[in-house]
């Protein structure tokens, strides 16, 4: 694997330093509906071929998620978005659920970075400020089929401070194929 160069080094510093997340109010909402579509397309490209969770719709491209409103309604339920200098570059969908059928305080139900924000630190820098913005009882859980999601979450949780007793385990292969990080992270200053 080659080393990074300084310069890539400078640019992911910079772009980590102006990261923001921030839960997106209701009237946000179509920010995260025009972003799911992009999620979705880029999903599909990693799909098994012919999935028909993945194919576009005659009114909609593809369909929107289930139950979105229940982000805006829910307590423990949490829509938000990730912007680099004010600019959207993605979205967080945290949730109570758990793919093991424990009880976890957040899940990271879905975490998008659109592609041009992407290899420069930015999902990093955002995956660590919602970890000290939400602490407690986390899950994350991957598809079996998302390599670079794999990679991500295994680098990422590893090298975040404030995550401890970090467990992968893996699904039942009936609820969940994939890996399924556990773990508790705290707020940065404790």
């Known amino acids: 694997m080659r080393a990074p160069s300084m ?10 330093k102006i990261v923001s997340v921030r839960v997106a109010s209701s009237s946000e909402r179509r920010l995260i509906e025009c972003l799911v579509q992009i999620y979705i397309y880029e999903f599909s490209g990693i799909q098994p071929p012919c999935s028909i969770h993945m194919e576009c719709g005659d009114q909609d491209c593809y369909p929107p998620f289930a139950n979105l409103d229940r982000y805006w309604r ?10 680099v200098e004010e600019r959207l570059a993605g979205f967080a969908m945290i949730n109570t659920h758990s793919r093991r059928g424990e009880k976890v305080e957040l899940n990271m139900a879905e975490f998008f970075i659109a592609r041009e924000h992407r290899r420069r630190g930015v999902a990093t820098e955002a995956a660590r400020l919602i970890l000290a913005q939400y602490p407690g009882r986390w899950e994350i859980a991957v598809a079996e089929h998302n390599v670079a999601a ?7 949780l590893a090298a975040t401070p404030n995550v401890n007793r970090l467990v992968r385990l893996e699904g039942d292969g009936k609820h ?11 707020t940065e200053d404790t």
């Open 7 to 16: 310069f890539r080094w400078v640019t992911m510093e910079a772009d980590a």
């Open 74 to 83: 829910i307590e423990g339920f949490h829509p938000l978005l990730i912007r």
């Open 150 to 156: 794999k990679m991500f979450w295994s680098r990422t």
């Open 176 to 186: 969940w194929r994939g890996p399924i990080w556990s773990f508790r992270s705290a």
